[in-house]
């Protein structure tokens, strides 16, 4: 599962990118982990992420905080975006405190991640995953601009056609730029959609499109 | 995915929710003049769910009929909120590198070597999907597949990579296959994947896993730039921080 590893963009736009994620092992500490992810939520939680959820049951723009924690078993998998590396820093230092038990992950840039452990006294990282890019028919891919915000989503919930749809939308006065995110990010069940660079990527698209070019 | 056709009002604002493009196509209804209700190309959806899940339906026409198999792995692969049994993890893989950390599934020597096929937002058939997996085993690189991964179990020979013949007409929004081979084999396993990539009728997304050691050069990074393979400078990175921690190294 790769979902938070092909995110699109530039060192400056990526920099400020942070997916952590809370894994119980099968056949290794699953069993009566409930609460041990439920701990890993709260110590996320009281760092500010700008979006969490769990794929099962939602993010917190489409359900809510008690629900995510009531629906909560041993194999839910948290997943809690955030859009500082300070938060991230502090974060870390808060879980190499109090070590909630289940693996913890974080995609990001490898080399902000990197210093980000260093500052919080845990040394280097410990596996790694290098995303080796699109292969195959990519001449039918979506435009670069619009993919960096659909690859937001992992599971490739977000539609390229909704994106256009909230471009035309926000020309046409119906929605705000910080609505058209808030729909999209509703798709993303997992929360792995970042809101900030959300709205960030959503300006620069605005001027690209002409309101009868788009869907 | 299905819209009633009693319901549907074919206001069309379930259009731009699917991730597969537009799918949907405009009909008369059969038994009352002048209504017209849209249908959604089976062949096309994935059951991905998510049109459902947007609740943009003004009249609730959209609803998700039981599948049985072979479609139902559609869903299994597509929607996200669907756990496969067999993995026991919410989505379309494993638990991969997530938790290395303590099952240490990818071992120094190791590579783990994933592609998505489908993503992102194309879509895959498994006929597709077969075309990779059957490359990369008959590679001769010592291909090992993760055996709790969705696509192994849709194998009829996990020897060969063939797939089952029911499923290779189903369509996912992506499809991972997961495996592992030694590092030094990684090379072949690319160029392996570069030529079944003009083979396939969609796009993949190509993945590398490696333990990182406690000092020194990341072990894969001079293949990757000797090979002149671009990677991402965007990475999934497991912390070391679960346990009880799966010793890689013996203790001095």
Redesign the interface.
Known sequence: ???????R?N?EE?KD?FVV?G????G???AGSSPKTQKFLSICYKNGPINLGD??TGNIY?TTMDVILGNMTD?T?VQCTFDNREKIVQL?KD??ED?????????????V??QC?EEAG?????????????????E???HFEI?KT??MC?????????V??MVRDVKRGRRTIEDACLELS??C??GNYNITRGIKLFKELIPLYMVHSL? | MKADQDKCIACKRC????????IQIFKKHENIPGRVYIEIDQERCTD?G?CL??NICPVKALFQPEMIWPREVRGILSN??I?FKG?????????????????GR?GTGEV?V?I???????GAYFKDVEKVAMALMGGDIGYELAA?NPVTHFMSDKTTGKLRDDVLNEKA??A?IEGKCKIEKLPEA?KI??KV??A?????????????P??GE?P?KPI?EKLG????????????????AFKFYEDK
């Open positions: 599962m790769t979902h938070s590893l092909h995110r963009g060192f990526l990118d994620l894994c119980p092992a099968t290794i500490n699953k794929m099962k489409n194999s998998i870390l879980l190499k070590k909630p038990g289940i693996s913890v992950i974080i995609s990001g840039v490898s080399d991640v990197q452990m845990l040394g280097r990282i410990h596996t790694i995953e290098y995303s080796l890019g699109t292969w195959g028919q990519t039918r891919l979506p993919l659909t690859t992992g599971h490739a919930m977000i539609s390229s056609d909704l256009y749809k509703k798709c069940t997992c869907y | 259009f731009p929710y699917c991730p597969m493009g537009r991905c998510v899940r947007a996200p909120l756990e993995s026991q993890v919410p989505g379309r893989g494993t638990e991969e590198m997530k938790t290395n950390d303590v099952s990818f783990g994933g998505e096929l489908g993503r992102p937002g194309i709790e929004t992506s991972i690319l994947l570069e990539a003009k396939v009728d969609t796009v993949f997304t190509v993945e590398v896993i490696t333990k990182v406690p000092e990341i894969v990757l393979v671009w990677y991402s400078i965007n990475t999934k990175n497991n912390m070391g921080l679960g346990e009880p």
